[in-house]
């Protein structure tokens, strides 16, 4: 982030009266010390902008999770589509690309977690991020070796279990957000506001977030940081296929739909898989019919190997905003701006009636 120090200090101030950072710093060494401190997020990762790029199997490995490390943010490796070893080979040329934190996202579904816990611990990733599953089950465990650790959940009941779990800090994903997602459908704007009530750890909001004023929204509602997904999807650094990219950037308003939840509610483009799903819904498809469909390789065949009929391709609401394919730090940086640039705004009473 590039801008002059009186242009920095005039932005501190107001960003102070928002009470987003609670002191003002003196001069431009302690901007970023500042900065980290005064956010939970920050603070608790030791990064210097609360924004996290989310871990997405088969779309952020290394290459990703470093970059977006490397430009302020925190970065996570998506294991939940790795090998053992995949891993192992992610978290290493991850350490050798960034000297900043990054995290690994754990889905408690996979079936060999043990095998990359070990990994996880072997190789002193300081942050992992668990979905899909009871935070019960590993949070002690990872955290006796240090880790820190963050638990997904799409309600308020779930956050306050993970919270009780012992967890660092919890993810509300909003119905919005690319991938798998909760059941009861709750939106982001209304599921932040209500974990932010009754949480008292940190709190991350995702889904539906991919702009600056997304961010302060999410911020304004009560989250002290966020988690993006799809935005980084349309990426160099992303592990996507290229089809799957530019399909991203294609896919306008409406062009995704949640679906399957009988067996794990998921956001995908409507594409011809997702239309063979419906059709099949309307046939009064059976569960085991719904998994005969779905069968294996799915989201591999369409995220990695690029097959855009044939695939399943995960994406969230906000695709309708992602309009270019662009570096991960100069989608951090273009988050930044705006970001800072609504605030301004906002305290320069366009929001007083
Ligand atoms: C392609 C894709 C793959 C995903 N894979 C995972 C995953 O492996 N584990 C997980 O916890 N969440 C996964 N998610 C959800 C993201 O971590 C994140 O919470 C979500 O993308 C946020 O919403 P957004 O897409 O609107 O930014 C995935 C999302 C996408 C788009």
Redesign the pocket.
Known sequence: MHFGVQAMLLQLHRVDKNNYFREVPSGIENYRLKMQQNNRISALFGIQYPLIQ???????GWELASAVSNAGGLG?I????MYPEVLDEHIQKCKQATDKPFAV?L?MLYPNIEEHIQTIIKHKVPIV????GNPKTWTGHLKEHGIKVVH?VSSVKFALKAQEAGVDAV?A??F??????GRDETT?MCLIPMVAKELSIPLIA?????TGKGMLAAMNLGADGV???????ATPESS?HENFKQTVIDTPEGGTQLTLKELTPV?LIKNAFYNEVESAYQRCASQEELKALLGRGR?KKG?FEGDLINGE??????SGLIQEIKPAAEVVEEILDEFRAALNEQQQSKFQF
């Open positions: 989310a871990g997405m199997i088969w779309c952020s996570i998506g294991s939940g589509s996202n889905p991020f668990t979905s899909a997904v993810v994903e909003g919005e957000a690319g991938g798998h997602n982001t995702a889904g539906g977030i991919g988690q993006i997904g799809s935005r980084f999807i996507a956001r989201a995220m391709l995960e994406v969230g609401q906000i």
